[in-house]
């Protein structure tokens, strides 16, 4: 199991939470685990979303990985550290990045739109919180030090 502690895991219970349903570890087929450290879920379609430390793995309700997003495609000068993540109405995501001071915007398929609501536009950085306020189309979003902007994202 590469060194990767067995108790790092989603349980998925019961409605009304008596009993597990399952154990999702975010198997690759080869014996690795790819849920490693999860401390943000988030309902994607039938899917689960998972954040880890560095990364975003989506897997399905039998534990199938469908995508990992490590950030590198955004071009950041900083390693991706996600931190907060929310769902739109048109089922992407929005992930915010610690380290680079701003918001992925991914595809339902995890593959990334844009990185927005940067430093520079929000004047945030240590980005953790994230909300989705679909009727109004905004996002809010939370820095580190307790401030919070809420913007029009798809405008």
Known sequence: MSGIDKSNHVAVYSHGGK????????????????????????????????LNVSNVVCVDMVDFVKWVYDGKKAGQSKPFRPRGISVDKFQNLLVTDENNHCVHYLSREGKLIGAILTQ??????NLWGICVDDAKEQVWVGDSSRNVVIANYLK
């Open 120 to 125: 520079d536009q929000t004047k945030l950085s």
């Open 19 to 50: 009993y597990r349903k399952l154990e999702i570890r975010g198997g690759d087929g080869k014996g690795q685990y790819l849920i490693t450290k999860p401390y943000r879920v988030v309902p994607l379609g039938r899917d689960l979303c998972v």
